[in-house]
Structures are given as structure tokens and as C-alpha cells.
């Protein structure tokens, strides 16, 4: 079982930058594909960034390439979402979701969830 806790978010200007953090509670992080998805009002939750349990492969959604960066510290059971250039349309609730050892995208795969950080990029 794990527990995530996400923190980071706040309110940042058009350009700027911020960076998310999502700590794991359980024993098997280091098992763990570890996902940042978002959810901006009135639309669909949807994937942003993830990283494989051995953090040697990362994969991102075509929105965030080149601006995003997923990286994690198993030692610390904690992954990240260091996010630059920031644009009003990154405005969201970032959420961290953990599933077992699955390379997906998909949202129904994911197994555990955080609670949400809310991002504003003003313009």
C-alpha cells in the first residue's frame, strides 16, 4: 500500500518555474512506475510525465517535451516534476499516481493516487 503526498505548487508568473515533489509512504517505492497527471477545470485528467521504477526511461506528454523533467530519488522515496517555462495553459491540479511495474500512460492503470497540488501560471 502506498500513501503519496504531493507539494510544490502555488502561483508563478508566465515563464517562470516550479518544481513538484510527491513522497511515497510505503516500502516498495523503488518497485513503482511513478506518473505526474493534471486535471485543469472543466476538462479530463491527463497525463504529463512518467518514470519507470529504475528511472532509466522517462516518457512525456507532447505538451510538456522540452519543458518538463521527471526524475526520482528511491533513496528518499520521492519523485519530481521540475516544470520551466511555465504557460497559463499548465494551470492545473498536478497529481502523482504510483502503479506496480507498468509502463502506461493510461489512468485507469494506475493504482495509487496523491491528493493534488494546485499550479496558477499567471500571464
Known amino acids: 500500500q502506498e500513501q503519496l503526498v504531493e507539494s510544490g505548487g502555488g502561483l508563478v508568473q508566465a515563464g517562470g518555474s516550479l518544481r513538484l515533489s510527491c513522497v511515497a509512504s510505503?516500502?516498495?517505492?523503488?518497485?513503482?512506475?511513478m506518473a505526474w497527471f493534471r486535471q485543469a477545470p472543466g476538462k479530463e485528467r491527463e497525463f504529463v510525465a512518467q518514470?519507470?521504477?529504475?528511472?532509466?526511461?522517462?516518457r512525456y506528454a507532447d505538451s510538456v517535451k522540452g519543458r518538463f523533467t521527471i526524475s526520482r530519488d528511491n533513496a528518499k522515496n520521492t519523485v519530481y516534476l521540475q516544470m520551466n517555462s511555465l504557460k497559463p495553459e499548465d494551470t492545473a491540479v498536478y497529481y502523482c499516481?504510483?502503479?506496480?511495474?507498468?509502463?502506461?500512460?493510461?489512468?485507469?492503470?494506475?493504482?495509487?493516487w496523491g491528493q493534488g497540488t494546485q499550479v496558477t501560471v499567471s500571464s
Open positions: 518514470i519507470y521504477w529504475s528511472g532509466v526511461s522517462t
Open positions: 510505503g516500502r516498495t517505492f523503488s518497485t513503482y512506475t
Open positions: 499516481a504510483a502503479v506496480r511495474y507498468t509502463w502506461s500512460t493510461r489512468i485507469s492503470d494506475y493504482d495509487y
